[in-house]
């Protein structure tokens, strides 16, 4: 009898390259279930998954700056952080974070 896999297996996806990902930029990609998820990779090659919604007035955070390990949204300049999705003081929000790491070059994240 096949046994099926842990959950915690089965939630982690390859989703594209780290290459495909610009430095200091980000790419979406879309899930049935959550919608759009910004991809971002800063200058360290960190890569950070967080839902493209700022928590202001959900404007995309894929369209904005990475700097360091935050990303500034285009709409109001409300600055993010890409390793919990919190807004920096004095804004206050969340955007929802996904995990995500590298493996041989490999961008994976947990859904």
Known sequence: M??????SELA???VCAVGD???LGARTLEHPEH???AL??????EV???LDRCPHKGGP???GIVHGRSVTCPLHNWRIRLEDG???EPDSGCARRFDARVDDGQVFVRL
Not at 2 to 7: H, Q, Y
Not at 40 to 45: M, W
């Open 12 to 14: 982690w996806r390859r």
């Open 61 to 63: 955070l894929s369209a």
């Open 35 to 37: 919608g759009a998820i």
């Open 21 to 23: 990902i610009p430095v």
């Open 86 to 88: 919190e807004a920096v």
């Open 2 to 7: 096949n046994m099926p896999a842990p959950v």
């Open 48 to 50: 950070f998954a967080l």
């Open 40 to 45: 971002f990779r800063n200058a360290d090659d």
